[in-house]
């Protein structure tokens, strides 16, 4: 079987006459690549400068398209829009989302897509009532929490009912008084043996040690931190099972 010639690629140190000029053109036949007549009429034109043709004459004439190709001239033609219609629509689309853009920007509040939210709802630092505490303290598993000033570098004692060790959500889920709050955490926050279990829906959270990741509290205990947002996976997946 003849080899087959490499790919012609044009040398940059051309010093003979670059003048473009056409290879055989519309009616010719020519054999294709793996021999024999092609009976179909061609209408290549190649754009091929003297240079190459000169020193690559063999190649040229068996792989016109392995030159310096342009293309098909009859196939090139005028070039034009061709598609009116999807231009229109395109533009169109970019002025609408102009147009939306600058009502969010004007109206809506993009603290609400960066900043912690509390249980009540409000971004922590940003809203009346929160500006001294920016942080986000989560309380309870299903991802509620409250906005705190800092985050903690200590663990609380997990048999402490001070309210001074916990952290608890916003009115109406707790008591507001202090004496009412200490028995409320005895009741509700506290297994058979009189430790703290954040498994009883407490509305208030033991203290722990935490990290501040984006104005979030994150347990520096990985076990903890992993337990609170499986839980909140799984929440989050079972409501969307509800809703669906």
Request: proline share 5%; net charge negative; hydrophobic share 30%.
């Amino acid at each position: 079987m003849e080899e087959r010639p490499t790919l012609f690629e044009r040398p940059y140190d051309d010093d003979d006459d670059d003048e473009e000029i056409e290879q055989p053109g519309d009616g010719e036949k020519k054999k294709n690549c793996c021999g024999g007549d092609n009976d179909d009429k061609i209408s290549h034109n190649y754009a091929i400068t003297k240079g190459d043709a000169k020193r690559n004459s063999e190649m040229v004439k068996q792989h016109p398209s392995q030159g310096k190709y342009f293309g098909t001239v009859d196939s090139i033609g005028k070039r034009s829009c061709t598609d009116i219609l999807m231009l229109i629509l395109l533009i169109c689309s970019w002025i609408a989302m102009t147009i939306v853009g600058k009502q969010a920007l004007d109206r809506g509040d993009p603290y609400r897509l960066l900043g912690p939210i509390n249980s009540m709802g409000q971004v922590c630092g940003y809203e009346e009532g929160t500006y001294d505490t920016p942080n986000f303290y989560t309380v309870m598993e299903s991802g509620l929490g409250s906005c705190v000033r800092d985050c903690f570098d200590y663990d609380a004692d997990p048999t402490s009912t001070d309210p001074d060790d916990y952290v608890c959500l916003s009115i109406p889920f707790v008591p507001v008084d202090k004496t009412l709050l200490q028995s409320y955490i005895s009741l509700a926050c506290m297994d058979s043996n009189n430790v703290y279990d954040s498994s009883t829906n407490c509305g208030c959270n033991l203290i722990r040690k935490t990290d501040d990741v984006f104005r979030r509290c994150r347990f520096s205990n990985q076990t903890i931190a992993d337990h609170y947002i499986t839980q909140v996976i799984c929440q989050f997946s079972f409501m969307v099972l509800l809703f669906f």
